[in-house]
């Protein structure tokens, strides 16, 4: 997980936020040409605490627009599990302060969209979870990193691994 780090440049803050890597493929169902989407979050101990993959509601329309829906979702658990953890353990958070999310992710175009806040007209199918996410982002909820396809936590939740990436895979969720 280490690789990863180093990719949201911010300040460390005495609070640890949850790590969440997001990944997608793009029309990976046969049918009706859906995505899936996948996630792992990883508490500051380095302990997968929830992991999902399930096939996307809608059909993208890029690659980009895939990872983008992948994120959302994910962003939407990360920041759920943040505020049951600053509730479980008061005594370490400040009245309504928590820290933000770690968002990481392989697609460079939706970090971009993200990061820039530019909405363009090609992304407004999607336009209530971008701006979604620019808020949680410019309120400082949670923050985009870029993450190497190779250096994916959530990479085997959204296709077929062979078995040397299966393998990098349990051992990056600690299942050795």
């Known amino acids: 997980m280490g690789a990863g780090e180093e990719a949201i440049s911010s300040e460390q803050s005495t609070i640890q936020a949850l790590k969440v890597y997001v990944d997608a493929d793009f029309g990976g169902e046969i049918d009706g040409m859906k995505s899936t989407s ?5 508490d500051p101990y380095a302990v997968t605490v929830n992991w999902r993959s399930r096939k996307q509601q809608t059909v993208a329309k ?27 353990c ?44 620019k808020e949680i982002i410019e309120m400082g909820e949670g923050e985009m990193g870029y993450l190497r396809t190779d250096k994916m936590v959530a990479d085997g939740l959204t296709q ?7 393998e990098l895979f349990v051992a990056m969720l600690g299942m050795y």
């Open 38 to 42: 996948g996630s792992v979050i990883i």
């Open 62 to 88: 890029s690659t980009a627009d895939a990872e983008f829906n992948s994120t959302g979702l994910a962003a939407e658990e990360g920041i759920w599990l943040q505020k049951v953890q600053t509730e479980l």
């Open 160 to 166: 077929v691994l062979d078995k040397t990436k299966h």
């Open 90 to 133: 008061p005594a370490n958070y400040r009245k309504n302060e928590y820290p933000n999310i770690k968002l990481y992710n392989d697609n460079q175009a939706c970090i971009a969209s993200l990061t820039n806040a530019k909405f363009r007209a090609s992304t407004r199918h999607v336009g209530v979870r971008f701006f979604w996410l």
